[in-house]
């Protein structure tokens, strides 16, 4: 399979890529990883005129926590990088836990986590990691930059918030208030295969007291989840076995699964209740991380 | 495939932009004048020659087509030829001399680690690129770091014990 014709430019700085994003007039697209947008070039779901390939761009692949506990992560962080981070390890269990289960060894030596946000499959893994932690994407268009809420940058399948003349430049994850817990699950037939379901939990505790808590879903709906409602219950008290339950099930709910070959709707939805009560449940059964 | 590739690769018609690339493939210079979407797997295969290098599924799930990209295992049916300007490949022709084999061609050899054949390249290369992180894997490591490269006929058993094989001998060397 062949991509359609494209010019290909490989611009040295994001002023430069914004310049060419402004020349594309909306029929350009940015090129990092290439794990998502490759195979639909090859496809010709996307036939873009202009592929601005930023991997050159210097200073992008990072990803670093700053003194407060925020964490940034550039547009060049490859999922290899934050698999291998001690930064997330020490520090950000969410997170830890997804990156060894986004696609396969060998695509995550390549794809990227904001490559991953901006290309809003519902089936994206970093999608509900980001969105159960509250974070933010950073776009750079030609007047500075902005943050878009992860919530509000992806507004559908397949798309996002970004003006077309703007970059996501990184992908930020708020400091935490409390001692951090929470978890990341995917069921998948097999290793690189998308998402039946997956559960994003992510929690902040003073003391023993939940104070935030985040629960995001993967692959069970047109657009990753934000399940709010659930999340808000294990708010303002305890983790307890009632209130584990509860959220679960409200998890559940808010799921809108169809029934595909990779199971029936009442079969993903009871895995998205399993695996929020499981994540919670284990919480308190491995060594917490502070903040 | 050939044609296809012709049209891209050599005769583009009328004033479709090409772009001249200089790639180290397997510790040697080569220089392309490709058209940008050309994927990399092709430049190697029918550009350069290298057939060693399948492609299986196209779609970046085998994993058969698995190169080394600057030293890291990539799929290169899902990377364009373009993006390797500047950077090394190691197809799995730049494993060992002709006269001799790498230690893990020879464990594949000795533990039967592969059937038809097809994967066995891509499986190799990650192979190469865990032992080089890792030289003393664990089997679940092994297992772990071949699961982006799909086999359809070992049942992944003698895959896993050739790589083990691999990584003693070369501790052994």
Redesign the interface.
């Known amino acids: 399979?062949?991509?359609?014709?494209?010019?290909?430019e490989?611009p040295r700085s994001i002023d430069e890529a914004i310049t060419l994003l402004q020349q594309g007039a909306g029929e350009a697209k940015v090129?990092a990883g290439?794990?998502s947008l490759?195979?639909l070039?090859?496809l010709r779901f996307a036939s873009p005129e202009l592929?601005i390939?930023i991997?050159g761009l210097p200073g992008l692949d990072y990803h670093k926590v700053e003194p407060d506990g925020t964490i940034r992560i550039g547009a060049l962080c490859r999922h290899?990088d934050l698999e291998r981070s001690t930064i997330l390890a020490a520090r950000q269990p969410t997170m830890a836990a997804a990156a060894p289960l986004v696609?396969?060894?060998?695509?995550r030596?390549?794809g990227t986590l904001v490559g991953s946000l901006c290309h809003a499959d519902p089936q994206g893994d970093w999608a509900s990691v980001v969105t159960a932690l509250g974070g933010h994407v950073v776009a750079q268009g030609a007047n500075g930059r902005r943050n878009i809420p992860v919530s509000q940058f992806v507004t559908g399948p397949f798309q996002n918030a970004l003006a077309y003349d703007e970059i996501a430049v990184e992908a930020v994850i708020p400091a935490p208030k409390g001692t951090v817990a929470g978890g990341y699950l995917k069921l998948e037939r097999r290793?690189?295969d998308f998402a039946t379901a997956g559960v994003a939990v992510a929690i902040e505790r003073s003391g023993a007291v939940v104070t935030r808590a985040g629960i995001a879903l993967t692959g069970v709906g047109g657009a990753t989840i934000d399940a709010t409602e659930a999340a808000q219950v294990l708010v303002g008290s305890p983790l307890s076995a009632e209130s584990i339950a509860q959220a679960a099930e409200l998890a559940a709910s808010a799921a809108q699964p169809r029934t595909d070959h990779r199971g029936s709707a009442a079969y993903k939805r009871q895995i998205v209740r399993i695996f929020v009560e499981r994540i919670l449940t284990r919480v308190d059964q491995s060594p917490e991380r502070a903040a | 495939m050939s044609g296809?590739f012709e049209e891209?690769h050599e005769q583009p018609n009328g004033d479709?932009?090409t772009?001249r690339v200089t790639i180290t493939v397997n510790g040697d210079q080569r220089v392309a004048q490709i058209?940008?979407?050309?994927?990399l797997a092709h430049l190697l295969r029918q550009g350069f020659r290298l057939n060693g290098t399948h492609t299986g599924c196209?779609?970046?799930?085998c994993?058969a087509c698995?190169v080394l990209?600057d030293g890291?295992?990539?799929?290169s049916c899902?990377?364009?030829a373009?993006?390797a300007d500047g950077h090394e490949v190691t197809t799995v022709e730049g494993l060992a001399g002709a006269s001799e084999l790498h230690p893990i061609q020879e464990g594949f050899k000795d533990e039967h680690g592969l059937q038809c054949g097809f994967c066995t390249p891509g499986m190799m290369l990650?192979a190469k690129a865990l032992l080089d992180e890792n030289p003393d894997p664990t089997e679940d490591e092994v297992r772990?770091?071949l699961?982006?490269?799909l086999c359809r006929c070992t049942g992944y058993q003698n895959i896993v014990k050739s790589v083990l094989w691999a990584a003693k001998k070369m501790q052994a060397q």
């Not at chain 1, 399979?1 to 290909?8: A, K, L, N, V």
């Not at chain 1, 696609?103 to 695509?107: F, S």
């Not at chain 2, 890291?72 to 799929?75: D, E, V």
């Open positions: 399979m062949y991509p359609s014709r494209f010019r290909y490989a090129l290439g794990q490759v195979p070039l090859k592929l390939d991997n290899a696609a396969d060894p060998i695509v030596n390549r290793v690189g | 296809l891209i479709v932009p772009r058209e940008p979407r050309l994927l196209d779609t970046s799930n994993g698995t990209f890291k295992p990539i799929k899902t990377m364009l373009v993006q990650a772990w770091a699961s982006g490269n």
